[in-house]
């Protein structure tokens, strides 16, 4: 399967602990960008690369919030101090500059903060 | 800012009747309009997309026409099936910002 991975699929933490996650995208895709997914909701844009370089982030990326992409491959989103209120669905998604740029999503990593 | 505004659900259709979703959008630029489609225990999958006024996305017998007048982009299907049962999610990327802006989703329920 070539298609966006992510891992791992669910996460049960307690509350003030850290987490991080994991996404690999297509393999010629150097855009990959982070949403954020809660129940009934659609997606809330988090953070964006291309290649290595963090080209935006969203207001809802807070301090806690930090995600990386060292080598313009795969990349971490980790949160620390978790809060009952980070639980969602944490989705990955990448595009191929040029062309037609759409984006391919991954099946997302569930985090439930008790 | 940009914003996406989808009909409320559940949408609970029978077996091959006609099937619409309104999605309208606020946008600044000339966005481009998609459509995902969320099936259960699956992740986001492009349904169809355009890219300009009038332009026509289809795909698996779903279609949206691109309307810069009305700013909508209203999905149909002719006869839906069971199998289309899922969260229909429009969306919107708007000229340089890469980020997509979705609506809240539209659960569709396809009865026998």
């Known amino acids: 399967d070539t298609g966006v991975s992510q891992d791992p699929r669910h996460k049960i933490t307690k509350r003030g602990q850290n987490v991080t996650f994991r996404c690999d995208p297509i393999?010629?895709?150097?855009?990959l960008y982070w949403y954020r997914q809660t129940l009934g909701q659609g997606p809330e844009f988090l953070t964006y690369?291309?290649?290595?370089?963090?080209?935006?982030k969203s207001r809802l990326l807070s301090d806690r919030f930090s995600a990386e992409r060292p080598k313009g491959s795969f990349s971490t989103l980790e949160i620390q101090r978790t809060e009952q209120g980070d639980s969602a669905m944490y989705l990955c998604?990448?595009?191929?500059?040029?062309?037609?740029?759409?984006?391919?999503f991954g099946p997302g990593t569930r985090l439930t903060v008790l | 800012g940009d914003s996406v505004t989808q009909m409320e659900g559940p949408v609970t259709l029978s077996e091959e009747a006609f099937l619409t979703i309104n999605c309208t959008y606020t946008?600044?630029?000339?966005?481009?309009l998609f459509w995902y489609v969320q099936y259960p225990g699956e992740g986001l999958q492009l349904l169809l997309k355009?890219?300009?006024?009038?332009d026509k996305g289809s795909n698996k017998g779903f279609e949206a026409t691109y309307r810069k007048e009305t700013t909508s982009f209203h999905l149909e299907k002719g006869s839906v099936q069971v199998s289309d049962s899922a969260v229909y999610f429009c969306?919107?990327?708007?000229?340089?910002?890469?980020?997509?802006?979705f609506g809240s989703g539209t659960r569709l329920q396809v009865q026998p």
């Open positions: 998604a990448s595009s191929l500059e040029g062309g037609e740029d759409t984006q391919y």
């Open positions: 393999s010629e895709h150097n855009r």
């Open positions: 690369f291309q290649n290595e370089a963090q080209l935006e």
């Open positions: 946008a600044t630029g000339y966005p481009s």
């Open positions: 355009a890219t300009k006024a009038d």
């Open positions: 969306a919107l990327s708007d000229g340089g910002r890469r980020a997509l802006t």
